[in-house]
Structure formats: structure tokens, C-alpha cells
């Protein structure tokens, strides 16, 4: 091991002195530390003790120039800074990113608010900074990613619902997890069932109001009762308001996600209605929402994290040339608490 002089920062290890200590070629310590199958396991298990012993760390720079990879991807969220750092969906979605990204060699970073200079992500994009993207809260009006497919691997949160037929996406299933969710306020006696749908510029938005409509209809209930929110708190109460001034008989709710039923939550008991006694309400994602409510949240189980988790697979995938899924569709559950 090399000393430093007091007061002198000790150089860095290189592949040749993790050769000298181990005692073979500086070609093998690079095979086995850029993960060649080829070596035999005793000079692997050599290499791999000197480079504990000598705390060495891959020149990334040089690795890089080696492979033309940069061993990083990008979470790319079309969205402002302040909702995706509101919205626990995004944490969730990182948290999943982040633990099969532990995995391999590359790293993460974030790019949020796109849309507000979309040549400028674009040029990031396409710079070679990044060898691949996670697309995640698009909508059909962005810019930041429209034609990257083809110069970039991409993987996206749901469906784009545009472009979308040699798209790669992870997703849960959203029309069925909204049926669901609404069955359970049709199989509970509820005859007046409005939905706080999400934005149609989007796929949840979109598939979770066609599973709630194709289940209040299966019913033989009217499907007038809808409004539009986009996806935060302050929305599900302004789309609330809206369907209780209607004066039209209600008596059950299906909010597209477990934000808005939040929302909805608050403009019931400003009205003097009970939760669910007078309106009962089902939520979407299962997130702390769902708990933190009282009484708490009826919701559909969205497995944010694993969704996360299985992007960043396809993705490390599709960057190293190894077979990957185009579409990987997740389960939803329905969680039964008190709200419905």
C-alpha cells in the first residue's frame, strides 16, 4: 500500500499497483473489474482483495472513453419543481429507480420542469451525458422528449398516448384498477356515483375514467356525473365542489388518485356530509394519504416502487443490448379501509 507524508493526500490507486499486490497482468485486473465472466476465479478472487485492500474505484472518466457509456440515466419529469416535490408518487418512483440502479454501475440524476425550456433538456439529452431515460409524468403536449426515441433508449412511466407503438413502458393496469375500486361502491349499494378523473392529456387519467365508466354502466348507473382534476389535493376539492353543485343525487365517489380524495374529503365535511355514511369515497394509489385520512381511505394499490424498479431494468437493458420487455404491465389490489 502507498504512505503519504503527513499533510500529503495519498495518490490514488491505479490498475497497475492492484496488479503488482495481486500478482497478475494490469489486463486481468481490468477484465475482472469491468465484470468479464472469462477469468478464472482464484485471479478474480486476487483481484478482488487487492482492490479492497487498496480502496481502489474504476476510473469512471476513462471507462467511459473505453465503452462510449457514460453510466448515467435520467429521470426526466415534465412537471413543475414544486409538484413533483409534493407528490409522494415521484419519491416512490425514485426510491424504486434508485434500488435496482444499486445494482449496477450506473447512476442516476433528475431533470424536473422540462417543459419550460425544452430544447435546452433536449440538447442535455442528446449531448452524451446520459446513456438512457426514464420518462415519467408525460403528457401529450411535451416537447423535452418528443423524438429522442431512436438517438436514446427510453422507458416510460405508462404508455405515452402518443407514438406509443414501439414504445417501451412499464405500467399498472389502470382501467381495471379503477373498475375495481368503483365495483366496490356499486357492490356496497351506491347508485349515484360521480369520479374525480384525472388529466386526459394523460394515460392514468385517461384508462382509470374509462374503468370507472365501464363500471357504473355494467351497473346500469348514469356516467354524467364526472369532472376533471389534475391530480393534486386543491383539484379533487375544486372538482368536489363542482359535483356537489350540481344538486344531482350522490352518494359515492371514485377519485382517481388518493390526492384528489383527499380534496374531495375536505369540501364533504365543509358541506356537513359524513364519510361514508352520506358519500362514500375510493381512492387510487395507496399512498399516505390513504392512512393519514380519517376515516382512512378506501384506495386501488398502485406499487409505485416496483414500477420504478422494473423501468430502471428495462432500461439498463435496453442500454447494454440485452433482450427487454416492451410492455410490463403491473397488478393493482384493492385496499378496504373505512371510506367506502
Not at 384498477?177 to 384525472?198: V, W
Not at 382517481?256 to 374531495?264: P, S
Request: glycine residues 8%.
Amino acid at each position: 500500500m502507498v504512505n503519504a507524508e503527513p499533510g500529503q493526500v495519498r495518490p490514488a490507486p491505479t490498475l497497475e499497483m492492484v496488479a503488482a499486490l495481486a500478482g497478475v497482468s494490469r489486463a486481468t485486473v481490468s477484465r475482472v473489474v469491468n465484470g468479464a465472466s472469462s477469468v478464472d476465479p482464484g485471479l478474480t478472487a486476487s483481484v478482488q482483495k487487492a482492490v479492497q485492500a487498496l480502496n481502489y474505484v474504476p476510473n469512471r472518466a476513462a471507462r467511459t472513453l473505453a465503452s462510449r457509456r457514460t453510466f448515467t440515466v435520467t429521470l426526466l419529469v415534465p412537471e413543475s419543481t414544486s409538484k413533483v416535490f409534493a407528490d409522494p408518487f415521484f419519491a416512490a418512483v425514485v426510491e424504486g429507480v434508485a434500488r435496482y440502479l444499486n445494482t449496477t454501475e450506473y447512476m442516476l440524476n433528475m431533470v424536473t420542469s422540462s417543459e419550460s425550456n425544452p430544447e435546452k433538456t433536449r440538447r442535455y439529452l442528446l449531448g452524451g451525458n446520459v446513456d438512457g431515460v426514464l420518462v415519467v409524468s408525460h403528457h401529450t403536449g411535451d416537447h423535452s422528449w418528443a423524438h429522442l426515441d431512436g438517438s436514446l433508449p427510453l422507458v416510460f412511466a405508462g404508455r405515452p398516448l402518443l407514438n406509443s407503438a414501439d414504445a417501451y413502458f412499464v405500467e399498472v393496469d389502470n382501467e381495471k384498477g379503477a373498475a375495481t375500486g368503483t365495483a366496490r361502491l356499486t357492490g356496497s349499494g351506491r347508485t349515484n356515483i360521480a369520479t374525480i378523473a384525472g388529466p386526459q392529456d394523460m394515460h392514468p387519467g385517461v384508462d382509470r375514467l374509462a374503468g370507472w365508466r365501464g363500471e357504473v354502466l355494467r351497473a346500469g348507473l348514469t356516467d354524467a356525473l364526472v369532472e376533471i382534476g389534475d391530480f393534486t389535493v386543491a383539484s379533487g376539492a375544486a372538482a368536489m365542489r363542482r359535483l356537489l353543485d350540481r344538486g344531482a343525487p350522490l352518494d359515492g365517489v371514485f377519485a382517481a388518485n388518493d390526492q384528489m380524495a383527499a380534496g374531495a374529503y375536505s369540501v364533504i365535511r365543509e358541506r356537513g356530509l359524513r364519510i361514508p355514511e352520506d358519500i362514500a369515497v375510493v381512492g387510487f394509489d395507496d399512498d399516505y394519504y390513504a392512512t393519514s385520512l380519517t376515516p382512512a381511505l378506501t384506495t386501488i394499490h398502485h406499487p409505485i416502487s416496483l414500477l420504478g424498479e422494473k423501468m430502471a431494468e428495462v432500461l439498463v437493458d435496453l442500454i447494454e443490448g440485452r433482450p427487454a420487455e416492451r410492455i410490463t404491465r403491473l397488478p393493482t389490489s384493492l385496499v378496504e379501509r373505512e371510506s367506502a
